[in-house]
T-cell receptor, first 116, second 114 residues
């Protein structure tokens, strides 16, 4: 079974704090993603990585950075947390296949972050 | 501009009846489509997918239909069960999903009433 594990289910942080959200996958997937989910806005891509040390901005990268030092681990960093970053954060991973079909992304259980 | 649109934020259906969830897309380069199901406080889980070379894919109670000319896909759940109550996300990608980058719609909350 594919497993994508996020380090925390719930986090409460103060405004201005540096926040690290960790994600680990055990399927040797090349691609990893960070999304945030907000009511009425669906899932929005923050950053993704298709290889170690590689990263690409998604739709809403402002206020975030990422780190991919090892293939299995993808970290999301909030440099200086703000209240508008209160959200559900979802990590996902997927494999890059030659044909591409049946390449679904597998999600972690999510981290509910509250910034006060 | 949204590339994947789910115009119904919510849908309520009676148990045993059909649920039809709709999704429209604007990017003609999309060639791979997926549906995910999400329960509260959990990550989305993959439900069913379809590639653009097909117009229908079936898996048990779940069938996805793709109309490329209309840039429209739909998910049919027959018969609907209370355990199907969740938020359903439509997602799309280019290059058969080989880059793994999925574009999601905003989701439709399905409520199946006993």
């Amino acid at each position: 079974d594919v497993k994508v594990t996020q380090s925390s289910r719930y986090l409460v942080k103060r405004t201005g704090e540096k926040v690290f959200l960790e994600c680990v996958q055990d399927m040797d997937h090349e691609n990893m993603f960070w999304y945030r989910q907000d009511p009425g806005l669906g899932l929005r891509l923050i950053y993704f990585s298709y290889d170690v040390k590689m990263k690409e901005k998604g739709d809403i990268p402002e206020g975030y950075s990422v780190s991919r030092e090892k293939k299995e681990r993808f970290s999301l960093i909030l440099e200086s947390a703000s209240t508008n970053q209160t959200s559900m954060y979802l990590c996902a991973s997927s494999s890059t296949l030659l044909t591409g079909w049946d390449t679904e992304a597998f999600f972690g259980q999510g981290t509910r972050l509250t910034v006060v | 501009d949204q590339q994947v649109k789910q115009n119904s934020p919510s849908l309520s259906v009676q148990e045993g009846r059909i649920s039809i969830l709709n999704c429209d897309y604007t990017n003609s380069m999309f060639d791979y489509f997926l549906w995910y199901k999400k329960y509260p406080a959990e990550g989305p889980t993959f439900l069913i997918s379809i590639s653009s070379i097909k117009d229908k894919n079936e898996d048990g109670r779940f069938t996805v239909f793709l109309n490329k000319s209309a840039k429209h896909l739909s998910l049919h759940i027959v018969p609907s069960q209370p355990g199907d109550s969740a938020v359903y996300f439509c997602a799309a990608s280019e290059d058969g999903g080989s880059q793994g980058n999925l574009i999601f719609g905003k989701g439709t909350k399905l409520s199946v009433k006993p």
